[in-house]
């Protein structure tokens, strides 16, 4: 592929399936740019690319990579981006080992340009490293804004699906309810913390690990791996990581105000340049209607007889059973998709834990599941199925997560009735559908265009029950590429034989 539209094409920044990013340049005005590439049906995909393009053009800044150009040419459809040269910031770590001021420095730039998004009503949902360019003079520019959701649109995805990149999602991405600003700010604390110590603090070889680390574990402080940071700075990484939403900063601007409260930075936000400009436009028109009302007010002055008045005084002023037994009573919950959880048809989905005063009397909650999982009540640690007993807890609205290092994190929100044993019988093989993939020679699998592994796997995945997009590449042959429907089954083998190029 040599040319798509009116660009040239350079060179191939990445390519998957059919989304692809290369360097081009315009044909009659000569431009460099980054050009993002979408050659597949996938109405959800074109929307993304249209979304992306609105959205930037309506942020209009300095620290966001600015949209030249959309449209199709050749059934494909395209966006036209600002050309920034350097790196990613995952790159510049590969290579670079920031000094405390640059790390604080960096982190402010990128803090800076998603309070713009917040500012408009964005929120980003895919945060990560890779989509953060650092220019070769140390400037900031965020980019990728496919999955950008305003606000005012902000909704549970209703398949159940997770949107974002699974090792910068927040606890409330995984659990799939209703995002805020807050969600964003918990990626940026993890990217700071990556940024500091180019260690992930949640990382792991599966996702459903992953998954569990975010919902559970609290990483080791900043300044134990890099005490040469100052205390404020991982003071702010910990606000922005805590897990409950209501803990953390509500959005980027408070994230900045710790920043400017602590250090000093010798740029200013570039927010608006247009509008900058038309600032020092008024300040200077200003001045000038200043001098003259002052130069006309003093003629007159000079021309008026002059009282001397009375002397006045001045004053001065100056925050588990068997295997059978718990398919049996799962069978209700077969099919139902990731994240749910068999509710009474009076319940109702919330998005935040409820806690109940204590002044009710404590009730009994029986957590049954195939295979075993700890039991977690809004992030705590409850116990471990197969329980011995059951558990006193107040009634009340709970978020109940689950977790199997085998499988996906399992959450949603339940009600604890009161005088009455509360039974919870959940079986994720109903749930999820284990996936065994075979490949030969071997290959990168990408489920739903996310890389999970390389072939052979140490053990089988686990996805939800719907259709899903498969892709298997080795340089050396054709990619192969099909679609799977998980939906009614418990479990699917794929026997992939890729051919030579």
Same mark, same amino acid.
């Given at each position: 592929?040599?040319?798509?539209? %009116?660009?040239?094409?350079?060179?191939?920044?990445?390519?998957?399936?059919?989304?692809?990013?290369?360097?081009?340049?315009?044909?009659?005005?000569?431009?460099?740019?980054?050009?993002?590439?979408?050659?597949?049906?996938?109405?959800?995909?074109?929307?993304?690319?249209?979304?992306?393009?609105?959205?930037?053009?309506?942020?209009?800044?300095?620290?966001?990579?600015?949209?030249?150009?959309?449209?199709?040419?050749?059934?494909?459809?395209?966006?036209? &981006?600002?050309?920034?040269?350097?790196?990613?910031?995952?790159?510049?770590?590969?290579?670079?080992?920031?000094?405390?001021?640059?790390?604080?420095?960096?982190?402010?730039?990128?803090?800076?340009?998603?309070?713009?998004?917040?500012?408009?009503?964005?929120?980003?949902?895919?945060?990560?490293?890779?989509?953060?360019?650092?220019?070769?003079?140390?400037?900031?520019?965020?980019?990728?804004?496919?999955?950008?959701?305003?606000?005012?649109?902000?909704?549970?995805?209703?398949?159940?699906?997770?949107?974002?990149?699974?090792?910068?999602?927040?606890?409330?991405?995984?659990?799939?309810?209703?995002?805020?600003?807050?969600?964003?700010?918990? %990626?940026?604390?993890?990217?700071?913390?990556?940024?500091?110590?180019?260690?992930?603090?949640?990382?792991?070889?599966?996702?459903?690990?992953?998954?569990?680390?975010?919902?559970?574990?609290?990483?080791?402080?900043?300044?134990?791996?890099?005490?040469?940071?100052?205390?404020?700075?991982?003071?702010?990484?910990?606000?922005?990581?805590?897990?409950?939403?209501?803990?953390?900063?509500?959005?980027?601007?408070?994230?900045?105000?710790?920043?400017?409260?602590?250090?000093?930075?010798?740029?200013?936000?570039?927010?608006?340049?247009? %509008?900058?400009?038309?600032?020092?436009?008024?300040?200077?028109?200003?001045?000038?209607?200043?001098?003259?009302?002052?130069?006309?007010?003093?003629?007159?002055?000079?021309?008026?007889?002059?009282?001397?008045?009375?002397?006045?005084?001045?004053?001065?002023?100056?925050?588990?059973?068997?295997?059978?037994?718990?398919?049996?009573?799962?069978?209700?919950?077969?099919?139902?998709?990731?994240?749910?959880?068999?509710?009474?048809?009076?319940?109702?989905?919330?998005?935040?834990?409820?806690?109940?005063?204590?002044?009710?009397?404590?009730?009994?909650?029986?957590?049954?599941?195939?295979?075993?999982?700890?039991?977690?009540?809004?992030?705590?640690?409850?116990?471990?199925?197969? &329980?011995?007993?059951?558990?006193?807890?107040?009634?009340?609205?709970?978020?109940?997560?689950?977790?199997?290092?085998?499988?996906?994190?399992?959450?949603?929100?339940?009600?604890?009735?009161?005088?009455?044993?509360?039974?919870?019988?959940?079986?994720?093989?109903?749930?999820?559908?284990?996936?065994?993939?075979?490949?030969?020679?071997?290959?990168?699998?990408?489920?739903?265009?996310?890389?999970?592994?390389?072939?052979?796997?140490?053990?089988?995945?686990?996805?939800?029950?719907?259709?899903?997009?498969?892709?298997?590449?080795?340089?050396?042959?054709?990619?192969?590429?099909?679609?799977?429907?998980?939906?009614?089954?418990?479990?699917?083998?794929?026997?992939?034989?890729?051919?030579?190029?």
């Amino acid at each position: 592929m040599d040319r798509i539209g %009116a660009y040239i094409i350079e060179e191939t920044i990445s390519e998957n399936g059919p989304s692809s990013v290369y360097i081009a340049r315009h044909a009659k005005l000569g431009r460099k740019t980054f050009l993002k590439v979408y050659s597949g049906e996938d109405k959800t995909i074109i929307d993304r690319f249209e979304r992306e393009a609105k959205i930037v053009a309506d942020l209009n800044s300095a620290s966001i990579v600015q949209i030249y150009d959309f449209g199709e040419a050749d059934g494909k459809f395209f966006i036209s &981006m600002e050309y920034v040269p350097g790196q990613n910031l995952a790159q510049f770590l590969e290579t670079n080992t920031p000094e405390p001021n640059q790390i604080i420095d960096i982190a402010y730039q990128i803090t800076r340009a998603v309070t713009v998004l917040h500012q408009k009503g964005y929120i980003h949902r895919d945060l990560k490293p890779e989509n953060i360019l650092i220019s070769q003079s140390g400037k900031i520019r965020l980019t990728d804004f496919g999955i950008t959701l305003h606000e005012s649109l902000n909704r549970v995805t209703s398949t159940g699906a997770l949107l974002g990149t699974p090792l910068y999602m927040s606890p409330e991405q995984i659990n799939n309810v209703k995002l805020t600003a807050s969600s964003d700010v918990f %990626a940026l604390g993890i990217i700071f913390y990556q940024l500091a110590t180019k260690i992930h603090p949640f990382d792991a070889p599966q996702y459903g690990q992953v998954f569990s680390n975010i919902l559970t574990q609290n990483p080791e402080p900043v300044v134990h791996k890099k005490p040469d940071l100052p205390q404020w700075f991982g003071q702010l990484i910990e606000q922005a990581l805590q897990k409950e939403v209501h803990k953390r900063p509500k959005d980027a601007g408070q994230l900045l105000t710790l920043f400017q409260k602590h250090h000093t930075f010798n740029e200013k936000a570039e927010t608006q340049p247009q %509008a900058s400009q038309s600032f020092v436009a008024k300040l200077f028109l200003s001045i000038f209607i200043f001098i003259l009302i002052a130069g006309t007010g003093y003629y007159f002055y000079q021309k008026t007889p002059k009282i001397m008045p009375n002397p006045v005084a001045k004053t001065d002023s100056t925050r588990i059973s068997t295997k059978a037994d718990i398919t049996q009573k799962a069978d209700s919950a077969s099919h139902q998709p990731q994240h749910q959880v068999v509710k009474e048809p009076s319940e109702e989905k919330t998005t935040q834990p409820v806690h109940t005063p204590p002044s009710q009397e404590p009730t009994l909650l029986l957590v049954q599941t195939y295979p075993w999982c700890n039991v977690y009540l809004n992030y705590s640690l409850l116990d471990k199925t197969p &329980m011995q007993k059951p558990l006193s807890v107040q009634p009340g609205k709970y978020l109940l997560g689950l977790q199997n290092p085998g499988y996906p994190s399992y959450s949603d929100s339940i009600a604890i009735r009161p005088h009455r044993l509360n039974e919870i019988t959940i079986n994720l093989d109903s749930v999820f559908t284990r996936l065994e993939i075979h490949v030969v020679p071997w290959g990168k699998i990408y489920i739903d265009g996310k890389y999970v592994g390389t072939s052979p796997l140490q053990r089988p995945l686990f996805i939800t029950k719907e259709t899903h997009q498969v892709e298997v590449k080795n340089r050396y042959y054709h990619t192969w590429m099909d679609s799977i429907n998980a939906t009614n089954d418990s479990s699917l083998q794929l026997a992939v034989v890729l051919k030579e190029k």
